[in-house]
């Protein structure tokens, strides 16, 4: 009789380890190519360069795909969440190099996705790589396991956030539930992977907030506002990028990607003309630090909104091959931004976070991991209860919406 790893708790725990070290170390490989010896360069070049880089990156990209990949899709995240629900199948480890290097281009050239996509894929795939290398010791009810601890573990190194890591991997894939049996080897793959990253790139919080931002009722009142405005908004922006993959094989790739090229970079040159920064190229951390910076007004603050979430459709519609976490984040902070100029907020950074909780809690239906995520990367558990009040209204607006369209409502058993 088989015996099965899933009995065997300290075998399992191995393996996760395993999974999450080796993820962990890939992700800041991938990172470090991407992040700093492309993207970073387009940045430091001129802006004519800035402009065109995105448009070419979806060029590469497509090509990538065309021909290294044989017409293989540039779902990477959705991947994951389509991946787990097939029992009969694991997934599929040959588009994995095309992938990864489509992806290496759509974001080294600065189009607005995120990199989370590419490191939830990338840890998946070496999860379920593991998962066959010891095929012979896994039971069909354990089937899926190191693939969550691939994805936890990918959330976890590229935002050096293994709470959000682990709790994303387990509640993405439904939109009203949570995966079982897959807690605690979750945990120790995200912590590993958390480790071995924060070991190459340091262990500073993503978004470094100094000091202790005192909140009351009245912002706890702010917040369920926030909630219900970010969820509503979330909604629009889900249902604008699910179109945008619906629709992106209705025209040849020789139609599309010109009427992208000038659509990005029209993009572009309107957010420089508005804020005299490249804010509408990357995957939007600069942003988030430009909306954290008092004086914009409410109304230019929304008009980046309005930019950044044409750029981001733009690019999923053209192909790109790149994450959609960190876009909703970007959304969301500017949206709390706008609404905390609105109200007069002494705070900068309070409303915020709380936007990005709401957005990212509604636009990928994952309440749980944006409140932890909002603790994480800031480094301050204190905002836990406003943030899970922002997560929670805003659930309220969301409806069926989500920016994947692999997720179930809840487990069949």
């Known amino acids: 009789m088989r015996r099965s790893v899933g009995s065997d708790a300290r075998g399992l725990e191995v393996l996760a380890l395993l999974t999450g070290a080796t993820t962990g170390l890939a992700v800041a490989g991938f990172d470090w190519l991407v992040r700093e010896q492309a993207f970073d360069r387009v940045l430091r070049g001129p802006l004519w360069v800035q402009a065109v880089a995105a448009p070419l990156g979806l060029v590469l990209a497509w090509l990538v795909l065309r021909w290294v990949g044989r017409g293989t899709g540039p779902a990477t995240a959705d991947e994951y969440i389509k991946n787990f629900h097939d029992a009969e199948k694991g997934l599929d480890l040959a588009p994995v190099p095309a992938r990864l290097l489509a992806s290496a281009a759509t974001l080294g050239g600065g189009a607005a996705m995120g990199f989370e996509g590419p490191s939830i894929y990338l840890g998946a795939a070496i999860g379920a790589w593991w998962q066959r290398r010891f095929s012979r010791v896994f039971e069909r009810a354990d089937a899926k396991a190191l693939l969550v601890c ?12 293994p709470a959000t890591g682990m709790v994303f991997a387990l509640e993405v894939p439904y939109r009203q539930d949570l995966a079982r049996r897959m807690l605690l080897p979750a945990m120790f793959s995200a912590a590993a992977s958390y480790v071995v990253f924060a070991a190459i790139n340091g262990t500073d919080p993503l978004f470094p907030i100094s000091g202790t931002p005192p909140f009351d009722l009245r912002d706890l009142g702010g917040a ?71 004086g914009h007004a409410a109304g230019v603050i ?87 009040i922002a997560a929670a209204t805003s659930q309220l607006l969301i409806g069926r919406s989500s920016v994947s369209d692999y997720q179930q409502d809840t487990r069949d058993a």
């Open 150 to 161: 691939g994805a936890a573990a990918g959330v976890a190194a590229i935002f050096k956030a």
């Open 224 to 294: 369920a506002v926030l909630g219900l405005l970010g969820g509503g908004a979330a909604r629009l922006f889900a249902d604008a990028i699910r179109a945008a993959k619906h629709s992106s094989a209705a025209l040849s790739a020789a139609v599309r990607l010109p009427i992208a090229a000038v659509a990005l970079v029209a993009l572009f040159a309107a957010g420089r003309g508005i804020t005299g920064r490249s804010l509408m190229i990357g995957s939007g951390y600069q942003a988030i630090e430009w909306s954290l910076e008092p």
């Open 302 to 388: 929304l008009a980046v909104f309005a930019l950044r979430a044409l750029a981001t459709s733009v690019a999923v519609w053209a192909g790109g091959v790149g994450g959609l976490f960190i876009p909703l984040v970007v959304q969301g902070a500017l949206v709390g931004s706008a609404m905390g100029v609105a109200v007069g907020a002494s705070d900068t950074t309070l409303f915020p976070l709380l936007g990005i909780a709401a957005f990212l809690g509604a636009g990928y239906r994952v309440p749980l991991a944006a409140v932890v995520f909002v603790a994480e990367s800031t480094g301050r558990p204190s905002f836990v209860v406003p943030a899970l």
